[in-house]
């Protein structure tokens, strides 16, 4: 099995090099970016750096324990530091050193330093990283693979797009589903560790949750209405119509919780007429659909959501602002994705062959009078690719693969 080039991201690392700058890069566990990081590190070996130029440790690894201390790791750094030439240093999983932005700016101090950190949930974004290395840093958010990675590990098995599809959706889009080329039943082993480090280690733990099972409840609540506008207090209703009660400001810690370990990702709405953000009623996707099957058990009305997640997970790797478009009291768009303050609207669905749903689903894309493109995505192999007064139809999968 092939390893799988994560292109979009390598050529990030590469836009960044050699500037004196933190170089961030979080995303879900198990994602790639330890990977990630060795790719570069073969880049850099094969582009004139030497070995001793680099520095790499992962603190997940027992053979670095003695370094979770900031002091005895900047320590180990400096002591391996090549003057006159540039330094790499690669601090992964770096959250397991108490203190770790002490060592990190006394080596940003240095001009021969190039620095490269990762760590596994949003806790080191938007909450600590940005309040311990305020405006020394670029992020990069990583996602497990996209469809187009997934398919390309998988060019070697003569599989069909389609068949390719729903291996995606059954057994997962994380790296290891395609290096080892798991089963369905190894696939939801895998997932299911996966899932418990996440709501033990990330979100129990660091929360001090001491309800489990209402964490547990709420998370499959997320999972069976993907895709669905929820808010605190429709989640804090719901679980006390079913005898389980918990009040709103709870319900939001924990939602805090699952969206800062990156478990789900939130998508706030947007006013497209005043091209604001609205303050409720958002909607929340996880970030793997096989994940999703491990808690609900799926239905046939289910595929028009599970498409909508993989859609939104798409267009976060392809823009850097991602909204669900609200238009007028109650038109909605799936999505409008924003780059240097130009929207894209999508609508998403399972097929538009029947007439009365086109028009359905076309609805709200003519409503809307501007210019910037608008796309109907669909499963639709027959008619995948029309034109409809300038809103383009395309078969989704061709256009995850493009």
Not at 191 to 216: C, F, H, Q, W
Request: hydrophobic share 40%; glycine share 6%.
């Amino acid at each position: 099995m092939k390893r799988i080039e994560r292109t979009t991201y390598l050529h990030w690392l590469l836009k960044w090099k050699d500037q004196q700058i933190i170089k961030v890069v979080t995303g879900v566990r198990r994602c790639g970016k330890s990977t990630l990081f060795s790719m570069y590190q073969d880049y850099l070996l094969t582009h004139g750096v030497a070995k001793e130029q680099i520095v790499a440790i992962n603190f997940e690894d027992l053979d670095f324990e003695d370094l979770t201390d900031y002091k005895a790791l900047y320590n180990y750094i400096k002591n391996r530091l090549l003057e006159g030439q540039m330094n790499y240093i690669f601090l992964d999983e770096v959250q397991h050193v108490a203190n770790y932005e002490k060592a990190v700016d006394s080596l940003l101090l240095r001009e021969n330093c190039d620095l490269y950190l990762t760590g596994s949930n949003g806790y080191m974004l938007s909450g600590e990283l940005a309040t311990l290395l305020t405006g020394r840093y670029v992020e990069l958010s990583m996602l497990p693979l996209s469809f187009k990675e997934f398919y390309s590990g998988l060019a070697d098995e003569n599989l069909s797009v389609n068949e390719t599809f729903n291996l995606y959706v059954r057994n997962g889009s994380f790296p290891y589903a395609v290096r080892y080329g798991y089963g369905e039943q190894e696939a939801r082993e895998y997932m299911s560790g996966i899932y418990n480090t996440i709501l033990l280690n990330d979100i129990v733990k660091r929360l001090n949750v001491a309800d489990v099972n209402m964490l547990e409840n709420i998370t499959r609540f997320l999972m069976h209405n993907i895709g669905n506008r929820t808010s605190p207090t429709t989640i804090a209703n719901t679980m006390t119509s079913q005898r389980m009660k918990i009040d709103p400001k709870t319900v939001d810690r924990y939602l805090r919780g699952l969206t800062d370990s990156l478990l789900f990702y939130e998508a706030r709405r947007y006013n497209i007429k005043g091209k604001k953000l609205l303050a409720s009623m958002n909607k929340y996707y996880v970030c793997d659909v096989a994940m999703r099957s491990l808690l609900v058990r799926s239905q046939d009305s289910d595929i028009g959501h599970i498409l909508e997640n993989i859609v939104y997970l798409e267009l976060k790797r392809r823009y850097p602002e991602v909204y669900v478009g609200q238009f007028g009291a109650d038109g909605e768009v799936d999505f409008v994705a924003i780059r240097d303050s130009m929207p894209t609207y999508f609508q998403v669905t399972q097929t538009t062959l029947d007439e009365h749903v086109l028009a359905r689903e076309l609805a709200p894309l003519r409503k809307i009078r501007d210019n910037y493109p608008k796309y109907l995505l669909t499963l639709d192999e027959v008619f995948g690719d029309m034109n409809y007064d300038g809103i383009q139809k395309k078969n989704v999968l061709h256009w995850l693969l493009s």
